[in-house]
């Protein structure tokens, strides 16, 4: 579910696709997934693997995932598979850096997963009646092309019919040839604000970053509240979500998870690249798989809202716009189906909720069966001979179709 980028495709940042599935045993005897973190066993952690002996599903699930990461030849696997918010498998797979295990704790960046957290906020603040939906953004972004048009859920849900900086050419030249550079939200929006829309707002759908850079300023106008502190206040600090936070420089919080990426043509480190072009300041998250099951589950089951506020997170009125037209291609203007169609920050995908971000050597998943309360976060990293996309997601995938082989995680 993501328009198709002019540059590599291992950069198509925080777009949209995919789902997972549940169920099945195998009677292998148990096996130990440990490895405490010292004398005291976690060492003061709070994201480690699993300690008990295995039963039949999370070996399974433990074999499934060490013949994905070879499969795919990916540097690094972490996962977190829970049930009813019950822990089934937590472990961590290959190497975060030559000599150093990868360990679930570590932490990486999780992009588009913020989307998904603004989303819920942006509900949130509707149930409390200070601001509507339907509001249009001229009182607070009076500059912003068609602001008076542009409605605060068309940012959210993608249906205002800006071009998306991320798949704009110019861009991606100036990002590869600088990928340390420090973006503002003004340089960014510069490139969108150069083409005419898509399409009327309201009446399609077209995937852009520029949509969020737009909403966050809004959501900071309206409640006087910076971002971050905002999302900490009605998400991630409910939830207990300590190791998700933003990062205003290219720093990650340790232990870090090291990304490595041939993007620009030759294999190299991609950790420290600067992330500030892929969303506003104050929404660049950091996170560990843990944190991301959480967000999988509170997220995909509408746990911080009311059942009319998660009913419109899983369809703000997306269902049945897209498709090509004369100005705008079926590759950008993904039509929207019931089966697969963008929320208000969430990707729904055959009743999986879900996010994917991918980029700079970085890949990851979050996604929820509300069927089945099964929540699946996966992150990945890259070697050199790593296919294309977003290797967490097809990770996932297999995971999925063993434990929820009705429900299938249907990627692009």
């Given at each position: 579910?993501?328009?198709t980028p002019t540059r590599s495709r291992s950069r198509r940042a ?19 997934a440990s490895r405490p973190g010292g004398p005291g066993g976690h ?370």
């Amino acid at each position: 579910m993501r328009p198709t980028p002019t540059r590599s495709r291992s950069r198509r940042a925080l777009l949209c696709a995919a789902l997972l599935a549940l169920t099945v045993q195998t009677a292998a005897a148990p096996a130990l997934a440990s490895r405490p973190g010292g004398p005291g066993g976690h060492g003061g952690r709070d994201c480690v693997r699993t300690e008990r002996p295995l039963d039949g599903t999370a070996r399974r699930i433990l074999d499934i995932t060490r013949k994905a990461k070879s499969d795919l030849r990916l540097k690094s696997v972490e996962l977190r598979v829970t049930v009813d918010g019950r822990e089934v498998l937590t472990d961590a797979l290959g190497e975060s850096m030559t000599g150093v295990p990868a360990e679930p704790d570590m932490h990486f960046r999780a992009g588009s997963v913020a989307f998904a957290h603004i989303g819920t906020a942006l509900l949130r603040l509707v149930e409390e009646g200070r601001v509507d939906l339907d509001d249009t953004v001229e009182q607070w972004l009076p500059d912003v092309p068609e602001a008076d048009r542009i409605t605060l859920r068309m940012l959210a849900a993608n249906t205002t019919g800006l071009h998306d900086y991320v798949t704009d050419p110019a861009f991606g030249a100036e990002l590869e040839a600088h990928p340390f550079r420090q973006w503002t939200p003004a340089q960014l929006l510069a490139y969108p604000y150069r083409h005419s829309f898509w399409y009327e707002p309201g009446t399609s759908w077209s995937y852009s970053h520029a949509n969020y850079l737009l909403l966050v300023a809004a959501l900071e106008k309206i409640t006087g509240t910076r971002i971050d502190r905002l999302v900490g206040e009605y998400v991630t600090g409910p939830l207990g979500m300590r190791n998700t936070r933003n990062g205003f420089t290219p720093d990650i919080p340790r232990p870090v998870l090291h990304a490595f990426t041939s993007d620009r043509g030759f294999y190299e480190e991609s950790t420290f690249w600067n992330p500030s072009w892929t969303t506003a300041p104050g929404a660049v998250i950091t996170t560990h798989v843990c944190d991301l099951a959480t967000s999988a589950r509170a997220i995909g089951s509408g746990e911080l809202l009311s059942y009319r506020s998660y009913r419109t997170l899983l369809n703000p009125g997306t269902v049945g716009l897209g498709g090509g037209t004369a100005r705008c291609p079926a590759s950008i203007c993904l039509k929207q189906t019931e089966a697969k169609h963008f929320g208000l920050g969430v990707i729904v995908v055959n009743g999986w909720v879900l996010q994917n971000p991918s980029f700079s050597g970085y890949a990851a998943i979050q996604a929820y069966l509300p069927s089945k309360r099964l929540a699946i976060a996966v992150s990945a990293t890259k070697t050199p001979t790593t296919p294309d996309g977003n290797q967490a997601e097809a990770v996932a995938r297999r995971i999925a179709a063993a434990l929820a082989p009705d429900d299938p995680l249907a990627v692009s």
